[in-house]
Antibody, heavy 121, light 110 residues
Framework: QVQLVESGGGVVQPGTSLRLSCAAS????????MHWVRQAPGKGLEWVTT????????SYADAVQGRFTISRDDSKNTLYLQMNTLRTEDTAVYYC??????????????WGQGTPVIVSS | QSALTQPASVSGSPGQSITISCTGT?????????VSWYQQHPGKAPKLMVY???DRPSGVSNRFSGSKSGNTASLTISGLQAEDEADYYC??????????FGGGTKLTVL
């Protein structure tokens, strides 16, 4: 069965960096695009970034463009999110999600349980 | 990348039907048939309920259905059950290969 397990979250100060990881299993990781989605406390879901199956295509939300970088290591079946120059408004639970298998593939069919990131001085 | 517009809350009694709307623009909802819907219970990860406007993943009840007209997509839940009480989010592909969520709708089953 598909499993996505995020790690790397924690409490950090504004202006610092953090790297999140998402360990994937139960599917052929190298064949699927992946996403990061976040949810601030008590707020809705916010799409953050996506990477294509081969890593050649990446897109970012305006709120993180230039500060966050998505990457993948297919040899380790792992997705990453490098977050630099963190701001208090980046505080959220960060989810990794797998691109859909059916139809257009423009949806997210499996999600991890999330890892919390708290940016506070 | 403005969030898609959803009603903050909807409610219905068991057995009734409700519809949640999701309004975007011609650059997202109206421009592509790539709208999906997610259910999220408190403290849990989101779950895919509908994709590509009106398709259902295997295992999702046929009480959940989706549609679209112009720049507005809709999720209809028929035969409301207590376990349907949750937050619901629409999600759309947008131009320049980005994505956008709706603000979310809290469904209360009375």
């Amino acid at each position: 069965q598909v499993q996505l397990v995020e790690s790397g979250g924690g409490v950090v100060q504004p202006g610092t960096s953090l790297r999140l990881s998402c360990a994937a299993s139960g599917f052929t990781f190298r064949s699927y695009g992946m996403h990061w989605v976040r949810q601030a406390p008590g707020k809705g879901l916010e799409w953050v970034t996506t990477i294509s199956y081969d890593g050649s295509d990446k897109s970012y939300a305006d709120a993180v463009q230039g500060r966050f970088t998505i990457s993948r290591d297919d040899s380790k079946n792992t997705l990453y999110l490098q977050m630099n120059t963190l701001r208090t408004e980046d505080t959220a639970v960060y989810y990794c999600a797998k691109r859909g298998t059916s139809g257009s593939h423009k949806h997210l069919d499996y999600w991890g349980q999330g890892t919390p990131v708290i940016v506070s001085s | 990348q403005s969030a898609l517009t959803q009603p903050a809350s909807v409610s219905g009694s068991p057995g009734q039907s409700i519809t949640i709307s999701c309004t975007g623009t011609s650059s997202d909802v109206g421009g592509y048939n790539y709208v999906s819907w997610y259910q999220q219970h408190p403290g849990k990860a989101p779950k895919l309920m509908v994709y590509d406007v009106s398709d259902r993943p295997s295992g999702v009840s046929n009480r959940f259905s989706g549609s679209k007209s112009g720049n507005t997509a809709s999720l209809t839940i028929s035969g409301l059950q207590a376990e349907d009480e949750a937050d619901y989010y629409c999600f759309s592909y947008s131009s320049i290969n980005t994505r956008v969520f709706g603000g979310g709708t809290k469904l209360t089953v009375l």
